[in-house]
């Protein structure tokens, strides 16, 4: 194994353990894992699995990372693009705490979660796969089919006693007969929506990529034209996978309860109430979204 070490300077205010549980949401996730201190997940750079242990010492974070190939110069910068982006770590954050200063209700939120950024998803295609395992179902059955979808199928990196896997690629999930991800869990519905759009990307029939340049309405069209995909889908997408921190999913149920009791509403609002209520928080309403998520947490006390 190879390894190495990056320092990465971070402008205060952040909070490591809150960005990642806005990332795992749920403690029994496998694949972003935290142990109280270290942050760890497989990265997939040219096909080869490398796992970075990322911790907090005062404002910087370290990361070290482990590899079976040689962390190349090239390599170590992907992989410091992949930590930066999925942290959120290079998000302004005073204009946000600037808008929540000015809102009683949103400034007692955002006061218990300072530091925390918008975290994403190393890919689209990750993005899009967590969308479809969690459609109209709890959050921990799908974090659960995640798991074992990466478990199965995703490149293995052994550290110490713990062998962790990265999340399967579009080439790594081609091969894969239907039938084996049906046993993971999945519908038959699922299982076409995930085949269906890894064979897409392989095969160089969707570029999601380009989708980086494209609004947020562009991106809409493009991702509900694929195969499983909805409005909360490709909003989800736009929030998680693209970073698009101005949308507030509003067909997320969770995201609706949560809101109906921020605001003290007496139903749960419907999805246009939801983006009425929530416009004049933009350009910030999926931060809105991740710290009510967190609210959510503690309240379970699993932070």
Not at 87 to 105: C, H, R, S
Not at 149 to 170: C, N, Q, R, W, Y
Not at 195 to 213: E, G, R, T
């Amino acid at each position: 194994m190879h390894e190495a070490t990056l320092t990465l300077p971070v402008k205060p205010p952040f909070r490591l353990d809150l960005t990642v549980w806005v990332l795992r949401r749920r403690a029994k996730n496998s694949i972003d894992t935290w142990d109280g201190n270290t942050y760890r997940r497989v990265f997939t750079i040219d096909g080869r699995p490398a796992l970075a242990k990322v911790h907090q010492k005062t404002g910087d974070l370290v990361v070290k990372l482990k590899s079976s190939g040689t962390i190349t110069y090239k390599r170590r910068t992907e992989l410091e693009k992949l930590v930066r982006r999925t942290l959120g770590l290079d998000v302004n954050l005073e204009p946000f705490y600037k808008l929540t200063a000015t809102d009683q209700t949103l400034e007692s939120l955002t006061r218990q979660f300072v530091g925390v950024r918008p975290p994403r998803f190393p890919s689209i295609f990750e993005t899009l796969v967590n969308a479809i395992a969690c459609q109209q179902v709890s959050l921990n059955v799908g974090i659960l089919l995640i798991n074992r979808l990466a478990d199965s199928f995703g490149k293995p990196i052994v550290d110490g006693e713990m062998t962790l896997h990265a999340f399967p690629e579009p080439q790594d999930i081609v091969v894969v007969d239907e039938s084996s991800l049906k046993q993971l869990g999945f519908s038959y519905q699922k299982v076409r929506a995930i085949s269906s759009l890894a064979y897409a990307i392989a095969n160089n029939d969707v570029d999601l990529k380009a989708l980086s340049a494209a609004s947020n309405d562009q991106v809409m069209a493009v991702l509900q034209s694929l195969r499983g995909i909805g409005r909360w889908s490709a909003e989800y997408v736009l929030l998680r996978g693209l970073g698009r921190i101005n949308v507030f999913p509003g067909d997320d149920i969770g995201g609706q309860n949560n809101l109906q009791r921020l605001l003290g509403l007496d139903m749960r609002p419907s999805y246009e109430e939801l983006r009425r209520l929530t416009s004049k928080w933009n350009p910030y309403a999926g931060l809105i979204y991740f710290h009510l998520l967190l609210g959510k947490l503690r309240e379970k006390e699993l932070i």
